[in-house]
């Protein structure tokens, strides 16, 4: 059974900084395409960045382009969301998601939040 848990999620004040990570155990974490979402209150679940296996292919929501920054590092299991230049727009629950390419099952983090003071 694959499991995601997501830390770095607090308080920010706009314009700073926080670096997301959600750490993969239970399956071979190489064979998933990763993704960070997220949900603000009263919002649905929205992508925010993806990267593939490798980690040579990455896309962004045009909301956080050049702030955001996502990446992996396979040999410890992990993918990470740097994210710069916060907003208060940018307050939400942020979940990972991880796609495995040999089945196409999806299985997502519990959360972790963010909130972003003006």
């Known amino acids: 059974q694959v499991q995601l848990v997501e830390s770095g999620g607090g308080l920010v004040q706009a314009g700073g900084s926080l670096r997301l990570s959600c750490a993969a155990s239970?399956?071979?974490?190489?064979?998933?395409?990763m993704g960070w979402f997220r949900q603000g209150p009263g919002k649905e679940r929205e992508f925010v960045a993806g990267?593939?296996?490798?980690?040579?292919?990455?896309s962004y929501a045009d909301s956080v382009k050049g702030r955001f920054t996502i990446s992996r590092d396979n040999a410890k299991n992990t993918v990470y969301l740097q994210m710069n230049s916060l907003k208060p727009d940018d307050a939400a629950v942020y979940y990972c998601?991880?796609?495995?390419?040999?089945?196409?099952?999806?299985?997502w983090g519990q959360g972790t939040q963010v909130t972003v003071s003006a």
């Open positions: 998601n991880a796609v495995d390419v040999r089945n196409h099952y999806v299985y």
């Open positions: 239970g399956g071979p974490f190489s064979m998933y395409v």
């Open positions: 990267i593939s296996r490798s980690g040579s292919t990455t």
